[in-house]
C-alpha cells in the first residue's frame, strides 16, 4: 500500500481546502514493473528493485504536475471558519453562506477527478461532530477536469451553526481514476517516460526536470489543471 501522507497545508483562499489528510491510499500504481521494464527494455531482474522504488516518486510527480489523483484514494479536506470583519473569505465572496460570515454555500473539492462525497461534518466549539444531511446539499461531480463541488441546496440547506474555528468544515470525499487500467493512456504513458529518464538519469536534477527533460510533459499536458 502508498504509503499515508501527513496532514499538510494547502493554498487557503475563497473556497478552497485549508488542509487535507489522506485517508486511504492507493492500493497500486497506474504502471506495472513489467510496464517499466518494457519501456526501457530491460529483461533481466537485476534492477527490479530499483525499478519498484522509482514508482512511487514518478507518480507523485506526475500527480503534482498534472493536480489530479490518478488511483482510486480517500481523502479528509477541512476548512477553517472565521468571523474576522474583511477576512478575504469570510465577508467577500459572493457564495458565502447568508447566514453568517465563516461558512460558504459552495466548497470546492481539490481532489481531481472526484468520485464521490462520503461525508460532511462540521467540528463545533465544544469539540463534537456534527455530520450534515445530505439532503441539505448537492455535489457536483459530474466534470473529470474540474474541481468536483458541493453546494448547499436551494430549498433552504443550512450548516450547523456553532463550528469552531479552527478546521471547522470536515469533507471526506474519494478521488481517481479508479484502477491502473482506468487511468487515461496517456497519463501512464507519460508516467512510463518519467520512471525511464528517472531510471537513466541517477542523480539527475530535481522533479521539474523528471517531467521537462523526459519529454513527458508534451505528453501530459492536456491533463494538467489550469488555474483560471
Not at 525499478?51 to 489523483?69: C, F, H, N, Q, S
Amino acid at each position: 500500500m502508498i504509503g499515508q501522507r501527513a496532514l499538510k497545508r494547502t493554498q487557503s483562499c475563497d473556497w478552497t481546502a485549508s488542509r487535507q489528510q489522506l485517508t486511504a491510499a492507493p492500493t497500486e500504481y497506474p504502471v506495472s514493473l513489467q510496464q517499466v521494464k518494457d519501456q526501457i527494455r530491460l529483461s533481466g531482474c537485476e534492477q527490479d528493485a530499483l525499478l519498484t522504488d522509482l514508482i512511487p516518486g514518478a507518480t507523485e510527480l506526475v500527480e503534482k504536475y498534472l493536480g489530479r489523483k490518478l488511483i482510486t484514494q480517500q481523502w479528509r479536506a477541512f476548512w477553517d471558519f472565521s468571523t474576522v470583519s474583511g477576512y478575504r473569505w469570510a465577508e467577500t465572496i459572493e457564495e458565502r453562506y447568508s447566514g453568517g460570515p465563516g461558512l460558504f454555500r459552495k466548497y470546492i473539492i481539490p481532489g481531481v477527478p472526484l468520485q464521490s462525497v462520503e461525508s460532511i461534518s462540521i467540528n463545533e466549539r465544544d469539540d463534537s461532530n456534527t455530520v450534515v444531511a445530505t439532503s441539505q446539499y448537492r455535489v457536483d461531480s459530474i466534470d473529470q477536469d474540474l474541481n468536483g463541488r458541493v453546494v448547499l441546496t436551494e430549498n433552504g440547506g443550512v450548516w450547523p451553526s456553532n463550528p469552531r474555528n479552527i478546521l471547522a468544515v470536515q469533507i471526506d470525499y474519494t478521488a481517481g481514476y479508479g484502477e491502473a487500467t482506468d487511468v487515461p493512456s496517456a497519463i501512464r504513458r507519460g508516467l512510463l517516460m518519467v520512471v525511464d529518464w528517472m531510471f537513466n538519469n541517477a542523480g539527475g536534477c530535481g522533479g521539474g526536470s523528471a517531467i521537462e527533460d523526459s519529454a513527458a510533459a508534451a505528453v501530459l499536458g492536456s491533463y494538467r489543471m489550469r488555474k483560471v
